[in-house]
């Protein structure tokens, strides 16, 4: 890593040393609130997904703002937020292999920690590795409702997967995972809608099979930032796993807003600097993709529509300018991130600004946790 | 980070835990020697480019078989290097700003230190920088041979901008980077060649104008592992920056070789576990675009031409397989990463193995270096 940090508490917000993941500290505040607000009441509560932030000061904060706990798709990386305090975490992912299940029965004898299972043979050696460790954790089973990555079929396969976990003390059946990833950059709200209604729908008579089976489904959990309001209201989910939304991105700016959605705001930055200025339509920065991920598209240039990130080399941006002189040799600029999550992983601290002023450094602990 | 490693020296390497970033030592050699003979006698040396591994262990054995230093592009990557005892440095970028002047003028009183410029602003700032600090260091004139990204055009820029760094005590003219990017990953080889041919071309008349000046032009440095055969060749450069030779990556491989250039083997590998297994069809490893770089295309599975990975995800990659139970849920499979460059940068540590055991932990320190 870099022997020294972007800047230090107290420093002027212009003189962040470059590329910098910074964070706009009141824009992340109201994007905290509008989600609290937008569950509060509902009945449905948030597991906020830490996967995108892996920062336990801002998972301290969602969990302050009423979150139950947080979710999280590695091992390593709920071990870094037990570490950190948070009692409530969910893998929502399968985990496999014995050296896996061990640590995560390590951390299963020290807070409430859940996993996904989506076969037979993952619940098995779950509970194997429970009974030596003299564990319990929640398992859910993860359902397909159109996402065609992990989960098993909606319906009977689920029932009989169900089935296994509720007998395999001790392990508790939880519920069932229902997350339809693609669906969440679905450009146009009633195409979201729509395979969330699919979704929803196979949660629901998912769950009153395994129910008629006299087999309690204690929570239907999965959500995101693009679709949580159409699981808030389905009536079948009760717990959202939202994430990027206390940070945005380009692409998720990119879908147009539902009616009522909340208008989560920018407030992650990749801090910029133009270090060549080749020719009067060209200007390089120095954030090119191992500052910025590029896995959804390029970054945009924050408020000035008028320069296009065209291009991202490891360590190079190229900026198509109108012709001229600005953006200057010299200038700062922040670029939204096309992704957040993957760019998040790229730093080692959050550059945390308010009001012009650098307010703190926040570690990205479990970046890099991919065990 | 994560709490815990992948694994320890002595483990045999099938019990690595997953994803992580395994470098297959008897390849990774070989790599290092095909490189070293290469260039062995012709006169052209090695300045290898550390951005590719970000790895001191690494650095060291390139010195140790010849190569005069090494390159980087941030100025935070050149201190971890210096730190590590690499005593000659390029930083193969432009530095612009007072805080990274400082960093540099700090490096360049302990050891061997190179920048390059590309606008006389740059320049005055460096002399500034090394006036005030009391060190010197070599100043490279960026040429733009072709690749469109930073550096001045062959020629009239070209020499003025020598004839300022020359007068700019106490920096030291210490010649052209004439590095062509974009050619290094032509398919063809006869691209390959005509694109170098140019940048060649380019390269030349330039020295000779400012050598017609009166001033020395002592290196003439580019090159990487799609082309360098052809710089070596030029009777122009004297100093080779290939980076990635050591690793390989898909995207290098998915060059024709051209005739008599060396055979790099595959040397880097995501080790990865099918944790899902959700059709006959369909299998999901634990190695998504957080495990591998996705920017210059998909990894591919390591001998296992019948597995394709079709889609990455933060976590979750998905496999197409052939109907069938293989992979089955808990088998490990190698993947050849997109892009080497920031694979490696995704993680702490490469796991070295060699005849099934793991021999090494090798920290990649200069990871996340980005200043």
Redesign the interface.
Known sequence: ????T?AQPGDPAS?V????LVLDLDAFERNLQRMAQALHGTGVRLRAHA?SHKCPEIARRQVALGAVGICC??V?EA??FV?AGIDDVLVT?????D??LQ?LMDLARRARIGVLA??P??VRALAAAARAAAATLDVYVEV?VGA?????PPGADAVELARLVAASAPLRFAGLQCYH?PAQHLRPPAQRAAAIADAVAAARTTRAAIEACGIPVPHVTGGGTGSFQHERDSGVFDEIQAGSYVFMDRDYADNERAAGAPAFEHALFVRT??????SAT?A?V?AG???S???SGLPVVWQRPELRYLK?????G?LDTPAGDTPA??DALLLVPGHC??TV????ELVCVRGGTVEALWPI???????
């Open positions: 890593m870099s022997p020294w972007a003189a040393d470059t590329p910098a996967k798709q590695k390593s071990a870094v570490a992912n399968e985990v496999v292999g050296a896996k640590r989506d076969h043979a993952q397909n065609n990555r992990c989960g098993v990833g600097t133009v270090m060549s200025r080749p060209r390089m120095d993709l191992k500052a991920s590029v896995d991202a080399a490891d360590e190079h190229t040799l010299g999550d993957p992983n790229l730093y080692d602990a479990a970046r890099g946790a991919l065990l």
